[in-house]
């Protein structure tokens, strides 16, 4: 019996970070926080962001292999897609038992082994920084945090400014050209988890059907409010 549910669930929040949506599922909910320090930035670095923003926003489809390693031991490979804006595909390889997908407007969580949904709205997790229609990073929705930039890399943390306790996510692009290469994100727990892509291909044809969510097995649905 398939059980759909909008609770917290523990084991979903751990996958769900390291797909860009760790705040809505994080458990428990983190005590009120202090405003986020946002960081100083110079004119270059300003620029630089602007280089980020543009690039966010041009950027259409990609797939790619992904490595995901956290610091609590776990570790998983899989695949991800993504058709900006508002849809996204990650499926996890065996024996890690999840799918997540995002069809526009919701994120659904599917654990196969414990026969669970989990549906939450995509404006309410970090997912957002990368599917939004227009990403405007200095917009005062996000809080800019930390911004390094290497020899040929620039890494860019934030918060989202209302929701900074849930935790941050740190972008990591090539730079010449301006290349998403990997994430990180800290989550309300302290628990770091990075995604590098591999194999990445930018600006390739996706079936629209990647990106549709069919609740399985609907007869006998036990739904969870």
């Known amino acids: 019996m398939i059980r759909l549910t909008r609770e917290p669930r523990r084991r979903a929040a751990a996958f769900i970070a390291a797909a860009l949506t ?14 986020p320090q946002a960081a100083e930035l110079s004119a270059a670095d300003k620029a630089d962001i602007g280089r980020i923003e543009d690039y966010l926003n041009r950027l259409t489809t990609f797939e790619a292999r992904f490595l995901q390693i956290s610091t609590n031991g776990n570790q998983a490979e899989g695949v991800i897609y993504l058709w900006r804006p508002g ?6 390889d065996p024996p890690t038992p999840i799918l997540i997908v995002a069809d526009g407007s919701a994120l659904f969580y599917h654990d196969k082994e414990l026969d ?5 709205p995509i404006g309410a997790t970090p ?18 945090i930390g911004f390094e930039r290497g020899s040929r890399a620039l890494r860019l943390a934030l918060v989202k ?15 010449r050209p301006l290349i998403l290469k990997k994430w990180t994100i800290t989550d309300a727990q302290e ?27 609907m007869e006998g649905v036990e739904t969870e409010d």
């Open 87 to 92: 849809r996204m595909r990650i499926e996890y």
């Open 191 to 217: 628990i770091t988890t990075t995604v590098s892509l591999l194999k990445s291909r930018f600006g390739v044809p996706l079936k629209a059907e990647l990106f549709q969510f069919e609740t399985p097995e």
């Open 127 to 144: 997912a957002s920084v990368l599917l939004d229609e227009k990403i405007v990073l200095l917009s005062g929705e996000f809080t800019i």
């Open 161 to 175: 400014t209302e929701d900074a306790g849930e935790g941050s996510i740190t972008l990591i692009f090539g730079d």
């Open 116 to 120: 669970q949904v989990s549906e939450v």
């Open 22 to 35: 760790a705040a809505v599922l994080a458990v428990p909910p983190p005590a009120a926080a202090d405003p």
